[in-house]
């Protein structure tokens, strides 16, 4: 990890080595407070857990590494996971993981307060296997989930307030409906109304 001034782009702090284990799909976000909360899966324990560190903004650990899945399902090996973090610190993390001994995906979605602690019990998005899960939200708290559905490939996002309550279906994004041509959706939030998501897709056997 490494820590750099927004103006100038200067490094803040030489680099820091934060997880000596062995570990997949780090990701960070970061709130007004310069309070940064990375997430990953960690290698060196059985079953797999996804884990959360936070950091203040001169990338000093203000908490011990924590796991913040709560359910008897595991990470996958190389499995992805996504943070996004409210102005005001609150953030929500979606994390891919299954039963333990199968091979069923699902995105578990789950909430925490400014301070780190959870708010509630992790979901699941989607009653339909999924995985490729990334993950936006607005100040006020509302959410977007974007993944893939495993059995089409097809691509849907699903669109939650903070409470975790679904606004709506879940809507499809892509309009080619080739089996596992859409891959790595990724998301951004524009405006309290409006999402953005991009996306690789191999409809012609090109990933464009």
């Known amino acids: 990890m490494r820590f750099f001034n927004w103006t100038t782009g200067a490094s803040i702090a030489p680099t820091s080595v934060v997880i000596t ?20 899966v960690d290698y060196n324990s059985s079953p797999l857990p996804t884990m959360a560190r936070r950091y203040n903004s001169s990338g000093n650990p203000i908490t011990p590494a924590y796991v913040i899945d709560d359910t008897s399902w595991v990470a996958f090996p190389s499995s992805r996971q996504a943070i996004a973090v409210r102005p005001s610190g609150e953030f ?7 039963p333990e ?58 669109r939650f307030d903070w409470s975790g309550t679904p606004l709506g279906d879940s809507i499809l994004l892509n ?23 991009v996306w690789a897709d191999a409809r012609d056997k090109n990933t464009d």
């Open 175 to 197: 309009d080619d409906g080739n089996y596992l041509s859409q891959v790595r959706p990724k998301i951004a939030v524009a405006t309290p109304n409006t999402f953005m998501v």
């Open 101 to 158: 001994g199968s091979s069923i995906r699902a995105i578990q979605v789950r909430r925490f307060d400014a301070s780190g602690n959870p708010i509630g019990a992790s979901f699941q998005i989607d009653a339909e296997q999924a995985y490729e899960g990334a993950i936006a939200i607005t100040p006020e708290g509302k959410f977007v989930v974007v993944y893939e559905r495993r059995s089409t490939g097809d691509l849907y996002a699903r």
């Open 21 to 40: 284990s062995s570990i997949s799909g780090p990701n960070i976000d970061i709130d007004d407070a310069g309070i940064s909360t990375m997430i990953w």
């Open 92 to 98: 929500v993390v979606c994390f891919e993981a299954h």
